[in-house]
């Protein structure tokens, strides 16, 4: 295996590298570092937890000589605001010793003070496209001097529906530059962008697409419903000393309230929740917490867990099971990351059988299956989602017998049958977040 030293970095990068105690490249960064310091355009396949944002960083500042160019040379989008936040505090951590001017833009907050900072100069500029764009047109910031761009998470940009302003964005930069991406996934959208805008790009590549790092331990639990889910839930995390640090998944904020309420009744403070109806700066705060080991628990939908940085994460529970079976595998792989070992377990009910099957199979390995111990009471209290469905036998048979407000009904419920297309879920499951910010936390320091 390479080592640091391989790669011939300046000795600012090789302290940087030894005081955050990492020793040798990940398998990505010892791929890429060559084909990024020699200037064609990459794509690269890696999950988050590889080690990826180091990968293309390195050999970024690598090549970033001393400027006081005040237009930034190297652009990093991301799709959240979380994401923003971690990238500049992992460049600035990469690049201590470096000097290095990086600045981070997102939406949802004060454009102007953003305005502002961009306007004090910088290298690297790390955004959410939608508002890095918005400083461009509004001429705050100039892309002219950008020579390599990189694009993380571009299966989840395309998801999300940036792409009108990626491609935007891509139009004001330079001709001759760098461009560099990041998927978890290839999918047809992720092809389809690389062909419009890449060079002949490089492909590197580890661990392909639905394969499970190594480093992750996996179990399963049968469990009749919801409640005997939280039941099981409260009874494996009453260990301490193994459950550390958890990540639990839910399908949707409803699910993340109705646990986290159950959840916090027991641990108190122990426990915090995130979703996207919560305010950013709640959303942070518990994020902090999290990171610094003040909150042991986490519950978080899809959506936002994604791109964070969830360090030496124990355990990734999986409350429901993922309808596909790729959201499965970035939930796991928030744990085992940077070689550690970490641990999955799958809550199932007969109604998510399928769903099971389907990750196995995209695996090609079973998950270990656990009894559900004596101790956990099973429940009979069923969710608004679990009771049988009532038929209203009272019904008139014949639509057009019924008085108009039947009608008016008939048409409403036609508008919001939308289908299940695979785009509309994944779009919903990847909503925009928010952009107003949190009004609370500003009327409270107001009222200050
Ligand atoms: P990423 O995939 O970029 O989110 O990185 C996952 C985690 O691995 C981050 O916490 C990094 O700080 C850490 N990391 C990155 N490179 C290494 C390395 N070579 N050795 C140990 N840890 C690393």
């Known amino acids: ?35 990024i310091m020699s200037g064609t355009d990459m794509v690269g396949i890696a999950q988050t937890g590889t080690g990826k944002t180091l990968a293309y960083m390195l050999p970024i500042l690598q090549d970033l000589k001393f400027s006081k160019e005040i237009n930034p040379r190297v652009l990093v989008l991301v799709p959240t605001r979380e994401l923003v936040i971690q990238v500049v505090e992992e460049i600035e951590k990469f690049g201590k010793y470096a000097s290095i001017r990086v600045k981070g833009v ?15 100069g910088s290298d690297i500029i790390v955004a959410t496209p939608g508002r890095l764009y918005d400083l461009v047109v509004s001429r705050a910031l100039q892309l002219k001097a950008i020579k390599k761009v990189v694009i993380d998470e571009v299966d989840v940009m395309l998801d999300l529906g940036f792409r009108f302003q990626l491609t935007n964005i891509l139009e004001l930069l330079p001709n001759k530059r760098q461009n560099i991406m990041f998927s978890a996934t290839m999918t047809d959208d992720v092809n389809v962008f690389i062909h419009d805008f890449f060079i002949a790009p490089t492909t590197v590549s580890v661990a392909v697409s639905g394969t499970p790092l190594e480093t992750i331990k996996q179990f399963a639990y049968s469990v009749p419903n919801f409640y005997t889910k939280a039941n099981l839930l409260k009874y494996l995390l009453q260990n301490e000393s193994d459950f550390k640090k958890v990540l639990v998944f839910v399908p949707n904020k409803k699910s993340a309230d109705l646990l986290f309420d159950i959840l916090d009744e027991f641990f108190g403070s122990e426990v915090a929740v995130i979703h996207s109806n919560k305010t950013q700066n709640y959303r942070i705060r518990s994020i902090e917490n999290f990171n610094a080991e003040k909150t042991r628990i986490l519950v978080t939908t899809d959506v936002m867990s994604r791109g964070l940085d969830l360090e030496r994460i124990s355990h990734v529970i999986n ?70 469905q009532i038929i209203e036998i009272n019904n008139p048979q014949n639509l057009e017998e019924a008085g108009p407000a039947f009608h008016e009904k008939k048409e409403k419920n036609k508008k919001e049958n939308l289908g299940g297309s695979y785009n509309r879920t994944i779009k919903q499951k990847y909503k925009k977040p928010k952009t107003r910010g949190d009004k609370n936390f500003r009327k409270n320091k107001r009222g200050k």
């Open 106 to 120: 997102f939406g949802g907050t004060n454009i102007n003070r953003q305005k502002e900072d961009v306007a004090q």
């Open 319 to 388: 409350f429901d099971v993922p309808y596909f079976p790729e959201n499965y595998m970035h939930r796991i792989g928030r744990t085992g990351r940077a070689e550690q070992e970490g641990t999955s377990i799958l809550l199932y009910t007969p109604n998510e059988e399928n769903a099971k099957q389907a990750i196995e199979d995209l695996m090609g390995i079973k998950i270990t299956e656990m009894q559900l111990p004596g101790e956990v009471e099973v429940s009979t209290q069923l969710t608004f989602e679990e009771q049988p």
């Open 1 to 35: 295996m390479e080592t640091f030293t391989d790669f011939n970095i300046s000795n600012q990068l090789q302290y940087a590298m030894s005081d955050l105690g990492f020793e040798k490249p990940t398998p990505i960064q010892a791929q890429s570092f060559s084909v």
